[in-house]
């Protein structure tokens, strides 16, 4: 199991990475650190002092750049060292820390882990309906304890809100619901409907549904590497065309943090022009998600993790469904892209994500 | 360091398997779950869904069968799918979790992690005077953080109550005792033989000794594969016959959870004939055992299992005294078993209980 | 990474070890058990009875020697068995602990973990001002998560005092102060000299300084293998000669509890002939360094440790500065004493200490 580099990843949402303070966090089993130089640029750099592997995260943030919290030196957003108060104050050449390329965008702060001349905005997928610049929009995070393919697996086959989530999210009709299956080299669709059914509270309230009324429902869930999804979901009266429903899109973007752990971040948004009552919104499904996918999701990734031990997915020889389809072809995409990655570098071999590759070159 | 695979070990005693709720127990390092069907027939599978490695103990029991928690799949005591609620329900044929061959005997389930083929219900030992059906019992379990065989080694060399348990179960009296060591190839037996001592009053009042009474005492333990003893301990005046003395039968069943942790099963048994007198007796003997073995076996157990680390018994050289004979014939019988299954499978290099073997020959 | 064998390391403060009840210690990785015999002679033995692997640390001190909790087999100050409860008393003579070289100097039991004939008390350095006879002394002692050399790299840099210590230890005027380096093949000495400077009041007042008074003040510090370092902290009026000033002494002894993690053991000592002033003042200084040690260096040097992984430090190409300069000399010194150490016994590879290397030769 290995990680692809070159893509974007979030490293944390915008509204956490401050100027005056910096923010620790692992990212791909890397100490990262964040933070925003005077201009309000965000950064991310190795959170591991040049000098003494001192953790750049506890130190103050002085004139824009972060200073070491054991020997003082600083280091700006490009991670080069700006000032040693020690003697004549000279800067040795290896007084780098790496720094990774960074976008801010839809109220996020991706990374890019690979190599800096690859790093492309463009290559970034729109998440527009996000960006808080015209949407009203909320924010959740979790931490999972399980590989972040786990959870896109998750995410991609929404039949387990009958199983695992019956109070809330799910209802008697998902398991017999129609699910159609798409896509291309980047990007994987899976569209689930029911039809007929009655809906949980929670889901009914959302979308303005009276109690016990009968309604039909599709999920609509879009992934893209390396593990970025969108999902739609519409409701509408049993038998009536789905134009004249009501829809609620959703960001979910995963991060690894470690083989074992995924950062998961998610997001709704809806049009400012919606004003309170879309404000009132997309906390409302923000704040209701947290409670079945704290307490019924992430342990039971926990326990796919655990039962899946350090075995490779597919050694452990998983009975496959139609169910899977959409979570075995982003599998698969990803597998091409890794082994692709690992291709260019011209090695076919395991591979290990350097500690300190930007002093390979120096 | 391995385990043996083809010979009984206790999963679990009978009352904590149910029809209406699934148990998890680890045994041998895996994972399984133990239910009861519709019947009432206790069964052991692989607590990992075939199809995304859930926990299906953490699942419902449906018509006798367990469903998976997370996709609704419900598995039979055969391990076999018998329900699939998606799409047309058509059961893949890898969708079939590893069955364990079990049995009911002597209020216990046992299971068989070795090949289904060899499985012999007339291979157990008997454990007759706790079977429930004729007897008063009762049971007490810990969960001891140290190989099996470190635990059995304690059970064959009473000797240590007088160090380990001065206050309970010890005498000054013990360590001077006469010691007499025979056995087979599939049986140890250590009769420990104390003379006119003194017991604390634990014991005294267990065997109805008036307080300072002078006894003789004798302790027979009987060992066989993997980790089964049976103990009786006899007390009469000093210098009286034994014939005139009364006896307390007692099982202890070790199996293993881990390389390095062990479930300890041990149960006291009175013919049902003696009433209220033998049901509080045998209450009294396993309420009163737990504080020595909690609190003074434990510890010690488990730091042995720390100085020991991941050395091999004999790498670490122990210096043997003669009270050591049954603990080391015992460990000479298992390793003689452990590496006679090994040559019977061809395979003479360290072995890994595979993770799904039934998925081997499908 | 590996540890130098053939030098004195303290196993704990003199008072720690006694003669009624053994206490138990890890030592380079080592479960080592330490006590006093008849006489008040400290010893130190492996914590792992020779028959089966129970700590002796949990027995009992009986006549002079420890008695194994678990079966009384007792084992005296040099590690022989005298005493087998069992049958006819005979020692088997496998029933030996390894016992280590002891010294008992300056407040502190010393131990010896390489071969015993190599071990010579005329090569321990002399700590004589911590020296309980002559001296008033107080001890402090803090665990760091973190290998001894990272520990010693702190004190051989106290620049760091000005960032990590701002509000005890440090002030704006130490990054600029003088430093020089000096020392030989088996020591390294260290004097920074910092002038004109406000001292924080935890400084100040040890030293009698009033309030926003200018000073002078320099740090001497001496170290030497495997981690033993002396400083003498000095101050004086700005601009005035030292000879005028106060000096604090102090000890600071680095013993490796693992790879990842240290004891770390300080004294002060000042003359007996100081009475109740000097009495208090080394409480003081004690007392005062527990919060910023504990609060500051103690996470800093788990942080390093943590970034670090298991790593080799110099595979981890630290940025160095010209403040860096003791602690590498001290490094190198250690380099090539376990290199040579290895040479010696014609084995150039990766090196572990044996578990029992008594047993080797028996």
Redesign the interface.
């Known amino acids: 199991m290995s990680f692809l580099l070159n893509t974007w990843y979030v490293a944390a949402f915008a509204h956490e990475v401050r100027g005056d303070a910096p923010l620790a966090r692992t990212l791909l089993g890397r ?1 990262v650190v964040l933070c925003r130089n005077a201009e309000g640029r965000a950064f991310a750099l190795d ?2 002092c ?6 750049l995260s ?1 130190g103050r943030v002085a004139d824009g750049a972060i ?6 030196l600083r280091f700006d957003g490009d991670g080069r ?1 700006v000032h ?4 004549d104050g000279r800067v ?1 050449s ?3 820390v790496r720094a990774y390329p960074v976008l801010e965008r839809f109220g996020a702060i991706w990374f890019w882990p690979g190599d800096v001349a690859r790093a492309d905005a463009a290559l970034l997928p729109s998440f527009a309906f996000v960006d808080p610049d015209a949407n009203l929009t909320h924010h959740g995070y979790l931490k999972t304890r399980a590989h972040y393919q786990l959870s896109a ?1 998750n995410l991609l ?1 929404l ?2 809100f ?3 989530h019956p109070d809330t999210l799910g209802s008697e009709a998902i ?2 619901g129609d ?1 159609e299956t798409a896509g291309s080299d980047t990007a994987v669709l899976v569209r689930r409907s029911t039809f007929d059914e009655t809906l949980q509270p929670f889901v009914a309230d959302g979308f303005g549904v009276p109690p016990g009324m009968r309604v039909d429902r599709w999920m609509d869930v879009k992934w893209m590497p390396p593990g970025l999804l969108m999902i739609v979901v519409g409701v509408t009266g049993a038998g009536i065309p789905r134009e004249a429903g009501r829809i609620a899109p959703s960001a979910h973007w995963l991060t690894p943090e470690t083989e074992r752990t995924t950062h998961y971040f998610f997001a709704f948004g809806l049009p400012n022009s919606m004003g309170d009552a879309g404000r009132e919104l997309v906390r409302y499904a923000v704040d209701g998600l947290m409670k079945p996918f704290e307490l019924e999701d992430l ?2 990734l926990e ?2 993790q655990n ?2 031990g350090d ?1 490779d997915f597919w050694s ?9 389809q959409g979570a075995i072809r982003a599998r698969r995409i990803m597998e091409r892209l890794i082994a692709s990655e690992r291709e260019r570098e011209g090695d076919a071999g395991p591979r290990v994500i350097p ?2 590759p930007a ?1 390979a070159a120096a």
């Open positions: 100490p959170d591991r040049a000098h003494r592997f001192a953790p506890r200073e070491c919290p054991y020997h003082g060292c040693n108060p020690h003697g040795p290896q007084a780098q697996d086959d039949s387990h009958q199983f695992l398991a017999q699910v342990p039971m326990a796919q039962n899946l075995a452990a020889q998983p009975a496959l469904l139609p169910i899977d500690v300190k002093f």
